[in-house]
Structures are given as C-alpha cells and as structure tokens.
C-alpha cells in the first residue's frame, strides 16, 4: 500500500541509522581504494575508516544507566548491559557481516596494496628484530626512560581476577614459561597510552616501528628471567557514550563533579567490540569475549597485527610531499588583513573593519589565528570592551582561545563562558579548562541540564561613541585552531543589531534564568528552529503550487529529523526541486515514483572534511541564506541548544552560491548520488585534457562555455554559466593549480582564470562601438580587450568592471556573459570569462593611462585594427553579433537603469535627523524594501520599474549520464530513467521562460 508522507519519513525499510553511517564509512573507504590518488592520502583514509568505526562502536548502546552501587550484583549487571540492550538476533548478527566486509577490505587494500606501494619510496613500517644495533640500543633506552615506568603485567589467577580493560586500549595477551618450575601463566599487558604509537628510527623519518613491538622486545625487563612462548594482541572497544539528564543527575549540586565521576565510571562501561589478531588461538578468544560478556558476533578478526589504525595518521604527515595532495597554508581573509601588527597599538581596528560590513570567513581557506581568534584577542586588549560571552564546545588541546578569555578576564573585562562539559569525548578536557576560567575570574556555566550546548557563538559589548554597541561571531564549526584547517567550515562577524539583539537573548537564556521563546532573526534549537525550518520548506511548497519556480539547497553533515523529511517529501510532490548534500547519514530517499522525483540526494567525501551547514530557499525570488551549527538531524533540532543565523551580506550569499555550486555542478574529486533504491553511487567527472587535443569528453554540466547565458539584469543566471563550465583539477605535481574549462563540447586544462570586458556604447546615428586598447608595451600595435585575474569575494563581472576601470579608463555595467575563451599564446593556458560592459563614461583614474592607447571604434575598424590572438577576434565576432540581435535594447536598458540610480541615489541622499553624523541608506524602491527595481522596455521603448521577483538562483541539472556504483556489480539506479530526465527538462525549460 502506499505510504503517506509521515510513514514513509518513519520507515525502517527506507533508512536505518547504523547501515546508514556503514554505508559513509564505505564511501571513505573507497578513497583508500582508490589509486588515481596519493600514497600518504589513501593512507590517511585507511586510518579515517578505523576512526568512524571505534566511534561508532563507543555510542553503540546509547547512554549507559547508573546501576546502585550497593546491589551484589552491580558489576555484573552492568557488564552485560550490552546483551540486555542489544542480544543476539539477526539484525546484529547481518549488521556484524557488514563490518567485517568493511574490515576485510580495508586492510586488504592496506596489506597488498599501499605498505607494499609506500615501501617502493622508503616509507616501511618495521620489524624490530631488522633493526640495526644502534637502532635497538636507542629503542632500549627510549624504552627504559619512557615507556617501563608505565608497564604493569596483569596474571590471572584465584588472586587476580580478570583485568579491567580499557578501551581502546592495546594489550597483549603473553604466555610465559618459568624455567625452574616449568609452569606456564598467561599474562595481560596494556601498550601505554603513549604518542606516538608509531615510532621513527631513520634518520630520514621514513621508517617506523610499532610502540607495542618496543615493549615486546623487552619485556624481559619487565618479566625477569621468564621465557616468552606465545603472545598475541588485541583491542577492546567500550561504550563511553556520556549523557546527561534530569534523572541520572539526581540529587547532585554541581555538574562539573558530577561529570567528573561519570568519566570515570565509563571505564566500566559495557564492552561492545573485542578485536583480535587471526593469529590468535580461539581458545583465547573465547576466553576473553566470555570475560567480556561479548557474542561471537562482537569479535572481529583482524588480519597481521595493525591493530587500532586510528593510531597510525602519524605515517600520513612522512616528509614526502610528493607522495600526498599538497594543503595550502590558510590565508589572511583580505577584511582582516594587517590587523594583526596594529592589535597591540589599536586593538578597536578590528571592530571597526566588522562596522563596514559583515564578513564571513571561510575555513580553511582562511586562518583561525588572522580571524577568530584575533576577535577574541583583540577585544581582550581593547580597553573599550566591557563584555565578552563565548560558547566553548571543542576547543582542542592548549587552546590559545581560552587563553585569550583568561587574558580579558584579568584585565578586569566581565567575561562569561559556558562551556559543555557533555561533549562527547572532550568531558575531561572541558571540565580541566573550566577549573582554569573559573580560577581566572571567568563566570563559568556548565551548560544546562538535559541538552547539550552546540551552538557556535561569541558576543562582544564595546563603547563606543554612539553608546554600547555588540559585535557578534557565529559559526558552523568549533571554535578550534586544530580542526579549522581540516574542517571546511563558516564563520559570520556582524554588528548588525537584530541578530545581536538575539545573540544576548540567548546568552541571558543560557548563563542565567530566562523563558525566552522569541527571537527576531535567529533560529534556536529547541525554541523555534525546527518549526521555523517546517514553516520555510511549506513556503516553497506553496510558490510552487502558485506555479513560482522554487528551490531548496542545504548543505549538512546529516538528516534523520522524521519531521524535516516529512515536510520535505511533501514539497518535492508540490513542485519543488530541492538538493541535499549531506555527508552523512539522509533518511530522505529521492527518486521515488510520486513521492520525492524532485529530490537529489548527494555526498561528497575529500580531502578535507565537509563540515559547514548552508541553507537556500528561493523564497519566491528573495533568495534567503542561512548558516548556522545544526544539522537536520532529531539530537540537533530536539536535544541541544543550536543557533542558525540569516546571511543577508549579499558579498556573503555569493560566497554561499558557490559554495553549494560546487557540489551541484561537479565537484574535482567524487561526488556521490543517492538512488530510489537508497544506495550511493559515484559520478564521476570526465578528465579533462590540454587545450588543442581532440576527443576530450566534457565533464556533466548543464550549461556550457560561449553563448550559454540566460538574459537577466540581475546577472545571476550569467553567474551560473560562467560557474558550469568550470571544474577544478588536481594540482600538478609542483603544486600549480588547474582547472577545466568546457567550451563548445571540449575541456580545455588551463593554469588561470581571468575575467575580461567588451566595452561598448552607441553613438547618437544608432551606431555601436567598442573600445580597443592596445598591449601594456608602449609603441605596441595589438589590440586587446581589458583582462586580468580576481581579487578576493569578485564575482566575474565585477571582475571584467574593475578591469575595464583599470586597464581601460572606462566605467559602466555588464549585461550580458559572452562566454568563455582560451588565450594559448603563454606557456600556461588561461580561460577568460568576457562580458559586454555597457559603457557609462570615462573613469575617473585611469591607472595604465601612461601604458596604453584607446580607441572607440565601429566593429569593422576594430576587427581591421590586427587584434592580439584569436581569442580577441571571436569575442569582437560574438559582441558583433549580439549588439545586432538584443544588444541594443539590453544596452538601452542598462544605460537608462544607470542614469536613473544615479538621479534617484543623490535625490535621496541625506543625513540622519538622529545628528550621529551618519548618512542616511539609499532608498532603491518605493516599497522600501532597499532592493533595486529590475528594468522592462514597454512595446513603445519606454523603460519602466517592472515589478516582479528575481530569477532562481540554483538552476536545475540533469542526472549525469556517468553513474557509477561503487561495486561494478550493481546496475544503475532509477534516478536515470527517462521520466526523470524529461521532467528535469521540463523544469529547465520553465525556469529560462
């Protein structure tokens, strides 16, 4: 029978949560398998696998109920909670298979394929028993100083009962023989837990032996005079999943004690996964799993002896460089730059660059340090501040952003800091940094009671001479200078007063006793988030029913909220396309008949991990964006305190545009695509090739290189031609950036991309002309056009309008996107994106006025004046062409719209009644909205305001032909059929009327 929206949301037959995140784990695992890409890097992934893995197993069983420490049989029960929460059936026992294929096929790609590969380049993992004299004796001594202290053999015995076990630990289990009598006992060592676990003994760095095999060798130290016959290793994973609620916190007066025995008491947790060597007899296996209180199921039988390989990422940083992806070293964001030398002689610089205008930072492109941290930093120094609030979640060890809070707190600043104790993993760490605030003079929250504070917030309160003013930081991920160069993340600065209005709310709610249920911009989890989202998606649903084109991108690392998939079935069945990338876990299922034929669903796993969380409603033509810290996930929207912000910086909503752009036109590395069948496969890019070749296969894009553009004033349909036609490449090996560019069917690899104009005007006779200059050599007779490359936050066009201002000495607007055109006459290929700009007048400053000449021609004097490259000559053959067809009205309409911003800009510039000396906003429409009207020529010629909404920004893309699943095996998922594809058309056709 068919299932309502509601059910199908529900279904188990659709999602379940722990094939959902075996089946991310298989798409990390893929990049390990895969050989188009560094050693180190598939390396590094291996190790990734085993991570997801020990974490997933840690939270197996959820939390952990306190059992009454005067019951008899305390221990027991809880040790075998595992069986009480999860006994043996079918489900655990298909759910173990999967894992240990997953397994299997980890560490065969490890053992046959990349040690055996790293070892050609002098990258070896070692037997300690190769190691030279020298070698051993420093092993000796590093083992003597470091590593004995630390080492204690645990028998078993009617005096010694079985160890606790810690988990994650690595033991070994050694059967030592006692010569005089004869006698055999098995003996428990743990590995300490020491860094690193794999030890360099080159001098180069390259080769390593494993910790484990250190303390193995010499363990006679430890063992006087016992002989060693048989030793085997192995792993235990525990449940450490800590959570705190109203009904275990009990009677207790203060949480930060109370996690602090929590902690502890984790040590005992129920074990969930034993791991064992196959060289391991099952007699011994048996033995510890029954210890254990662990199934056969539970046991995974490891192949060698590389157990725990969330341990070896050190390998991955070898000194060789040419054997992983290089990581550019983050930049200074341009909004920030050089603040950093003036923070001691004027800390205020920094708040008054976040006064201009907002300003969103892009991790990791762009440094912590030159960024966040230097807010914190400078509001500490700043004598102006009187307040600071921070939300600490993951900070990471030494953080230099706790530091600076201690610093602003002795210097007599009101600092308040909640801090969660709750996050998983880091409850020690947080509680170690909570002691330290609150010694420092810090007002320490501890979070509340029942949910988990995963908002990324920081408020700063400044006087200034307009009174106290609020400076605010929002972000999508930890405020930690570790991850923000492995996580891709966003972080807003803004003193816009409504969202700091909401900040302070929130803070009183969080650090004090308040109800507040009312916010005016933001969006907070548990408040008003998730009906707020609802309300959002059922908007786009209604424009569609209206016959409006709508569109929903997000952009999370999962969605498992049962109500946001409701809502979002419901919308795809009223019209509305809508993309989900997701990294994770997505209990929506696309591509079902009559359910969500609107929907795709995309994963995308790289170098870097995909942390940010974007939000896109077309909103009926006003684009709306949000970032924020939730996920759409129940634990997000339901069990924590989040905070999702509204972007309306319109610099900012480009760099979001082309944030999810890049997944949704194809991304340089892999992206994944969920089936109706509710499996991921791979599209896969065509490899582009160098520009001349013949037979290049042009990457999937739906609009492509010259003519390509959508006519619109407001230019964002050109946007996107210019954007689809591009896809970036790997670096070559020096490191040089690539990029593929698709013109006219081919892929050209070029080294750059610049952005150039054509400037054009009419003389009073109805003539058009161009404007040629010449090459930036005096005395020089080529012709060229203004190009040259992009600053930070440029859109193309504003590009070509800066270049046509400084190489050019002309300003004006740009209509219309010629395409793009490849100027072969350097050693390194460049793409250029050329618009027609709609010439206003001569620039004020015309900066290579001493280089250059200039002329206004007719375009057959142009084509006759020896233009420079053929690039020069088609784009004048293609000006040529469009000022004969629509180019004279759209030139009209540009150069009108010109003059009447401009008269309407100085007729309603004026100062403020308030006297603040500031001036007054432009009003661009009579409705106030601050919007500029779009322009629309009536039959007669007139050009009139036209009222209406902006095109959609996000233009729909078919399915790629190129749909590969991960297996060869599989067949193609439905999301290919020919209904689909019609129907993408068809909404591609009504989006262009």
Request: hydrophobic fraction near 40%.
């Amino acid at each position: 029978p068919a299932l309502s929206n509601a059910d199908l949301a529900k279904s188990s037959e659709l999602f379940v949560k722990e094939y959902a995140e075996l089946a991310f784990n298989q798409r990390v695992l893929h990049l390990a398998l895969d050989k188009s890409l560094p050693l180190l890097d598939r390396f590094k992934f291996v190790c990734i696998v085993s991570s997801n893995l020990d974490e997933q197993f840690a939270k197996r069983l959820g939390n952990i109920p306190k059992v009454d420490d005067d019951d008899e049989d305390a221990a027991e029960k809880s040790r075998n909670f595992k069986r009480n929460v999860r006994p043996p059936s079918e489900f655990e026992e298909g759910l173990s298979a999967a894992v240990a294929d997953i397994v299997a096929a980890q560490y065969d790609c490890l053992l046959n394929d990349i040690l055996p590969a790293l070892k050609k380049h002098g990258i070896e993992i070692v037997a300690y028993k190769s190691l030279s004299d020298e070698q051993k004796a420093k092993m000796r001594d590093y083992f003597t100083k470091k590593i004995y202290p630390l080492v204690t053999p645990l028998s078993v015995d009617q005096s010694h009962p079985f160890p606790l076990l810690a988990s994650h630990g690595i033991y070994l289990v050694v059967t030592l023989l006692n010569p005089e009598t004869s006698k055999t006992r098995i003996v428990y060592f743990r590995i300490p837990p020491v860094k690193p676990r794999c030890i360099p003994v080159s001098d180069d760095g390259l080769k390593y032996v494993l910790l484990e095999d250190v303390v193995l060798e010499n363990l006679d130290m430890v063992c006087y005079g016992m002989e060693m016959l048989k030793v085997f290793p192995f792993r235990v994973t525990r449940n450490v999943k800590l959570v705190i609620d109203d009904v275990n916190f009990g009677e207790s007066d203060n949480l930060l004690d109370f996690i602090w025995e929590e902690t502890h008491r984790r040590r005992s947790a129920p074990a969930t996964r034993l791991e064992v060597s196959d060289k391991m007899p099952k007699q011994i296996q048996n033995m510890i799993a029954k210890e254990l209180f662990l199934d056969s199921a539970d046991v995974y039988t490891i192949p060698g002896r590389y157990l725990g390989l969330a341990e070896f990422f050190s390998i991955s940083f070898s000194n060789a460089p040419h054997l992983k992806l290089p990581v550019p070293e983050p930049k200074i964001h341009p909004k920030f730059a050089g603040l950093e030398e003036k923070l001691h002689d004027d800390p205020g610089r920094v708040f008054s660059v976040i006064r201009k205008r907002d300003i969103l930072v892009q991790f990791p492109i762009h440094s912590f340090a030159s960024s966040t941290l230097l807010f914190m930093r400078a509001a500490a120094r700043d004598p102006k501040v009187r307040v600071m609030k921070c939300v600490l979640y993951r900070s990471g060890d030494d953080s230099p952003l706790v530091a600076a809070l201690i610093r602003a707190a002795k210097s007599g600043k009101d600092v308040s800091v909640l801090i969660e104790l709750k996050a998983s993993f880091d409850e020690v760490q947080n509680s170690e940094y909570a002691r330290r605030l609150q010694k420092a003079g810090v007002n320490v929250s501890y979070g509340l009671v029942g949910l988990k504070t995963h908002s990324k917030t920081m408020l700063v309160v400044r006087e200034e001479d307009v009174g106290f003013r609020c400076y605010v930081n929002i972000a999508t991920g930890n405020f930690n200078p570790g991850t923000a160069k492995l996580y891709t993340d966003l972080s807003l600065f803004t003193c816009r007063e409504d969202i700091s209005a909401d900040v302070l709310d929130l803070f009183n709610a969080l650090t004090g006793y308040s109800r507040q249920r009312k916010y005016r911009r933001l969006l907070v989890a548990p408040v008003n988030m998730l009906d707020t989202f609802c309300q959002l998606i059922d908007g786009e649903a209604e424009h569609a029913r209206r016959g409006v084109m709508s569109r929903i991108v997000v952009q999370v690392n999962g969605l498992s909220d049962k109500k946001i998939a409701e809502h979002l079935y419901a919308a795809s069945q009223a019209g509305v396309q809508i993309d989900l990338i997701i990294r994770g876990i997505c209990c929506v299922v696309p591509g079902l008949k009559g359910k969500s034929e609107n929907i795709r669903v995309f994963s995308w796993v790289g170098n870097v991990l995909q942390h940010r969380r974007i939000f896109y409603f077309s909103n009926a033509g006003k684009n709306l964006y949000y970032i924020g810290s939730a996920d759409w996930r129940a634990r997000n929207l339901n069990d924590r305190v989040e905070v999702i912000v509204p972007v309306d910086d319109k610099k900012a909503q480009l760099k979001l545009r082309k944030n999810l752009m890049f997944f949704l036109e194809g991304s340089p590395t892999e992206t994944w695509e969920m089936g109706a069948d509710g499996k991921y496969y791979l599209r896969k890019m065509a490899p582009a090739k160098p520009a001349g070749q013949e037979g290049t296969e042009a990457p999937v894009v739906p609009l492509t290189g010259q003519g390509a553009a959508v006519k619109t004033a407001s230019g964002v349909d050109s946007q996107f031609a210019i954007h689809s036609a591009v896809a970036a490449l790997p670096p070559t090996e020096s490191g040089s950036a690539r990029w593929s560019v698709t013109i006219d069917g081919k892929a050209h690899v070029v080294g750059s991309l610049n952005a150039g104009c054509v400037p054009v005007r009419e003389r009073p006779d109805g003539t058009t002309e161009v404007l040629m200059i010449t090459g930036d050599t005096q005395g020089q007779d080529k012709w060229v056009f203004a190009e040259g490359g992009l600053v930070e936050d440029e859109t193309y066009f504003e590009a070509a309008e800066r270049q046509g201002v400084r190489m050019a000495g002309v300003k004006g607007s740009s209509p219309h996107f010629l395409g793009w055109f490849i100027d072969s006459k350097h050693h390194v290929h460049k793409a250029i994106a050329v618009v027609v700009l709609a010439a206003k007048g001569d620039a004020e400053d015309w900066a290579e006025a001493y280089l250059r000449k200039r002329e206004w021609l007719t375009f057959a004097g142009a084509l006759n004046k020896s233009p420079e490259g053929p690039w020069v000559t088609k784009a004048l053959q293609m000006a040529e062409t469009w000022a004969a067809s629509a180019g004279k009205d759209e030139l009209h309409a540009v150069q009108e719209k010109l003059a009447s911003m401009e008269l309407k800009a100085s007729a309603t510039l004026e100062r403020t009644k308030s006297g603040d000396g500031k001036v007054a906003s432009l009003e661009r429409t009579k409705s106030g909205d601050g919007k500029v009207a779009s322009l629309e020529r009536t039959k007669s010629g007139e050009v009139k305001f036209a009222a209406g909404s902006k095109p959609n920004e996000f233009k729909p893309t078919a399915v790629p032909e190129k749909v590969v699943e991960a297996k060869s095996s599989a067949t193609k998922p439905s999301t290919g059929s020919e209904k689909q594809r019609s129907a993408l058309q068809d909404r591609m056709k009504m989006f262009e009327s």
